[in-house]
C-alpha cells in the first residue's frame, strides 16, 4: 500500500504508509515565477509545463514479506 502527499497520518498509523511526497514550496516558488512572468509579459509570454521530481518515502507498508503471498 502506498500514500500520496507524505500526509502526516501515514507516518503515525500502526502500519506506517509509504507515501509520494510532493515538493509544495518548490510547487509554489515555480507558480508564482510563471504567474509574473505572464504579468510582466503579456504579449511574449508562452505557457510552460513543469515537472517537478516527487520523492518516494518507504515505511513498512511495502516492505517486502519473508513468505510468499498467493495471488489473490
Given amino acids: 500500500m502506498i500514500g500520496y502527499d507524505d500526509n502526516h497520518f501515514a507516518s ?30 503579456t504579449a511574449g509570454h508562452r505557457h510552460a ?3 517537478l521530481d516527487p520523492q518516494l518515502i518507504a515505511r513498512r507498508s511495502t516492505e517486502r514479506l519473508g513468505r510468499s503471498v498467493a495471488a489473490v
Fill in 49 to 51: 509545463a513543469v515537472v
Fill in 12 to 41: 503515525e498509523s500502526a502500519i506506517p504508509v509509504s507515501t509520494i511526497a510532493q515538493p509544495g514550496r518548490r510547487m509554489g516558488e515555480v507558480a508564482t515565477e510563471l504567474l509574473l512572468q505572464e504579468i510582466n509579459d
